[in-house]
């Protein structure tokens, strides 16, 4: 028996490529910072407040079914002003934890008066 002889060999990355470049025929590639406004949370740490504080969403708030706000730390109305500078939520907003995996991707859908963590939550608005 004679052993079979291929013209070429095809890799699996071949295969993946052309797959990828049928896929994307007629599709314009971009960026996801070109697309949307991509930001991190407060890199700051805040000194808790236990009543009459601003939430402080970090990625155990996200969860399946939206934000949790049943175990949430609580801040002060000056550091909310302060790190909603940086990275103010607002209505329509993605949140995902950056840390480890992208769990819980929640988006904002009502006024939100919370802020987030940087180690812990991304937001992303249509820019």
């Not at 890199?43 to 009459?52: F, K, M, W």
């Not at 801040?75 to 939520?89: A, C, G, L, P």
């Amino acid at each position: 028996m004679q052993p079979l002889h291929y013209p070429q060999t095809i890799t699996m990355s071949k295969v993946m490529n052309d797959t990828i470049n049928d896929l994307l025929k007629g599709w314009e590639l971009s960026t996801l910072n070109k697309e949307f406004d991509v930001r991190d949370g407060t890199h700051e740490s805040p000194q808790y407040i236990h009543e009459g504080g601003y939430p402080f969403i970090t990625s155990k708030n996200l969860k399946n079914h939206g934000i949790d706000f049943t175990d949430i730390k609580l801040i002060s109305e000056e550091d909310y002003v302060n790190f909603n500078r940086r990275s103010k939520v607002d209505r329509g907003d993605l949140l995902f934890a950056m840390i480890g995996t992208i769990e819980n991707p929640t988006i904002v859908d009502f006024e939100p008066a919370f802020t987030i963590k940087n180690d812990h939550s991304h937001k992303s608005s249509v820019g």
